[in-house]
């Protein structure tokens, strides 16, 4: 699982590179958008998955790859704001149904006898991506406020 989310995030590196060459049709450029936004899907998808692995694994082996898992999930972090400039709005909606999706749990899925101590992991994984997401919301609020008391001080200094 590691290997396959490390290609999948070279991947979505080279196609945000492609992003960034100079631009083709706009043909190319859509196809380019669906590849990345699957590209990226699977990686958060086999990012999830391998962490949940990880929480499985014995003690004695846990560490190393705990690490692995916490610098892929930075990574697809990194990654997801890099992909939101490059997707836009379309994209946003989708994934915000599947991170509303994730956050409460899929209702349809019946794949046997659910353990209280998967429950609470999926509950304490729950509630960490909704600290993230709040984070992620105060630093725009900050970026924004930043950037209005910067404009503020450019204006009060033309006007003297």
């Known amino acids: ?16 590179e492609g ?17 990345l936004a699957a590209l990226f899907a699977d990686l958060t998808n086999s990012t999830q998955i391998l962490r949940e692995e990880v929480s499985a694994l014995p003690e ?12 892929l999930e930075e990574d697809v972090s990194v990654l997801q704001q890099a992909v939101d400039k490059q997707l836009g709005q379309f994209y946003k909606v989708q994934r915000e149904a599947e991170n509303r999706k994730k956050l409460f749990g899929d209702k349809k899925k019946t794949d046997g006898p659910d353990d209280e101590m998967q429950g609470l992991a999926r509950e304490n994984k729950a509630l960490r991506d909704s600290a993230n997401a709040l984070d992620e919301v ?9 950037n209005l008391v910067g404009q503020n001080k450019m204006l009060k200094n033309a006007r003297t």
Do not use: H, N, T, Y
């Not at 992003?19 to 590849?35: E, I």
């Not at 004695?60 to 610098?71: P, Q």
């Open 60 to 71: 004695k082996g846990r560490a190393v790859w705990d690490r692995k898992a916490m610098r």
């Open 1 to 16: 699982i590691f290997r396959k989310a490390d290609k999948l995030k070279r991947d979505v590196d080279a196609c945000l």
């Open 19 to 35: 992003f960034a060459a100079p631009k083709g049709s706009q043909g190319s450029d859509v196809a380019m958008q669906q590849r």
């Open 138 to 146: 105060l630093e725009q609020g900050r970026s924004i406020f930043g």
